[in-house]
């Protein structure tokens, strides 16, 4: 996800580190100490980890997971304590509805006040209590136009024969099932036991046309033309862009899935103050710009978006238009029984 930084958004950066400016707003707690933070592979602008400590003198101790399950689980197996994690919006309803969060003292953020309402309060975290957004965006399909002649404009693409042996699917069970539920024209989040099923039968039958599940593996894969289709965030595509200009990206014409991931913090968490002085850092103007240009993804700051210095097509990427935004769905929190099912099939069909 590593982007371009501008010229002059880098000597902004260079010169807030070398005299320690303090722009970002983020004061460091009576004791600087460590925050322990937990968030998705490249989706970060490391240099944003030294700046932080720079103005505050709180370490950063940062670790990555590949999906929310995965997340989800090593939480749940306990044994490693982390502060801050940057789960996706329906793994922060389940999060919430197991109170594996602390609500959030929005008294030690103040740099709140810059971000977008109206990706807060929403379904996943109707009081805004646990949560701060931190990134937000849509999947869709990638594929290199110097291997796939015909213009990519449905998630059929994934199910071609014709393109056997070249396809990379995603890694993760509410992303691959919602990509089948979207093309075969039902909600991805469905609690319809015949919905699934029908969705668990494409995928079976996509299994033998794969190349390989994936999840940060599509990097090297599509960038390097070993695949020539693939499904994956669009903040990535502009990173796979950067290396091989043949790639292309779209949303389907059925639909896709819209993300918000966020900043919580975990249940019990040890370092509580200088984890909300991490999230308070990084929804500055400063840190938040810094980290748009760097991993592609668009940032929930409104003032990001009138400074930020893109393409046209990086900021069709990042921006998309309500037309698209609006056939596209939020992932929600699945009932109990749904999930085991979803659990169940997702075990059978990667056997």
């Known amino acids: 996800m590593k982007r371009i930084i501008t010229l002059i958004s880098l000597s902004a950066f260079l010169f807030a580190v070398l005299v320690g400016c303090g722009r970002?707003?983020?004061?460091?707690?009576?004791?600087?100490?460590?925050?322990?933070?937990?968030?998705?592979?490249e989706y970060i602008d490391t240099d944003l980890l030294t700046q932080f400590k720079a103005e505050t003198g709180i370490t950063v101790n940062y670790r990555t997971f590949e999906s929310n399950e995965q997340l989800y689980s090593v939480l749940k197996q306990g044994g490693v304590s982390?502060?801050?994690?940057?789960?996706?919006?329906?793994?922060?309803?389940?999060?919430?509805?197991?109170?594996?969060?602390?609500?959030?003292?929005?008294?030690?953020?103040?740099?709140?006040?810059?971000?977008?309402?109206?990706?807060?309060?929403?379904?996943?975290?109707?009081?805004?209590e646990y949560s701060v957004p931190y990134t937000w965006g849509t999947v869709g399909i990638i594929w290199n136009e110097s291997m796939?002649?015909?213009?990519?404009?449905?998630?059929?693409?994934?199910?071609?024969?014709?393109?056997?042996?070249m396809i990379l699917m995603i890694d993760n069970s509410r992303d691959a099932f919602g990509i089948a539920l979207k093309y075969l024209g039902h909600s991805q989040n469905t609690?319809?036991?015949?919905?699934?099923?029908?969705?668990?039968?494409?995928?079976a039958a996509q299994k033998p046309l794969l190349q390989q599940y994936v999840m940060d593996a599509v990097y090297d894969k599509l960038e390097s033309?070993?695949?020539?289709?693939?499904?994956?965030?669009?903040?990535?595509?502009?990173?796979m862009l950067e290396s091989n200009p043949d790639l292309r990206f779209v949303i389907p014409k059925e639909g896709s899935n819209k993300f918000i991931d966020c900043m919580c913090i975990l249940k019990g968490a040890e370092n509580r103050e200088n984890a909300e002085a991490f999230i308070?850092?990084?929804?500055?103007?400063?840190?938040?710009?810094?980290?748009?240009?760097?991993?592609?993804y668009t940032s929930p700051n409104t003032e990001v978006r009138d400074i930020i210095e893109l393409d046209d097509l990086s900021r069709e990427i990042m921006y998309p238009s309500r037309e698209i935004t609006d056939r596209c769905e939020f992932f929600i929190n699945l009932p109990p029984e749904t999930l085991s099912l979803l659990d169940e099939l997702w075990t059978r069909l990667k056997a």
Not at 151 to 165: C, M, N, P, Q, V
Not at 287 to 294: I, Q, T, V
């Open 225 to 239: 033309a070993e695949a020539s289709v693939g499904v994956y965030y669009a903040g990535d595509y502009l990173t």
């Open 280 to 296: 308070n850092f990084m929804c500055s103007t400063d840190a938040s710009l810094a980290n748009a240009e760097y991993i592609g």
């Open 148 to 165: 796939i002649a015909d213009e990519i404009t449905s998630w059929s693409a994934l199910f071609d024969e014709r393109y056997s042996g």
């Open 24 to 41: 970002s707003g983020a004061k460091p707690p009576a004791n600087a100490g460590v925050v322990n933070v937990y968030n998705w592979g």
């Open 82 to 128: 982390y502060d801050v994690i940057i789960p996706s919006d329906y793994m922060i309803s389940r999060l919430i509805s197991e109170d594996m969060l602390e609500k959030i003292n929005f008294d030690n953020i103040p740099n709140l006040s810059l971000i977008d309402e109206d990706l807060r309060f929403i379904d996943y975290d109707p009081t805004g």
């Open 191 to 203: 609690t319809n036991e015949a919905e699934l099923y029908e969705a668990f039968d494409l995928l």
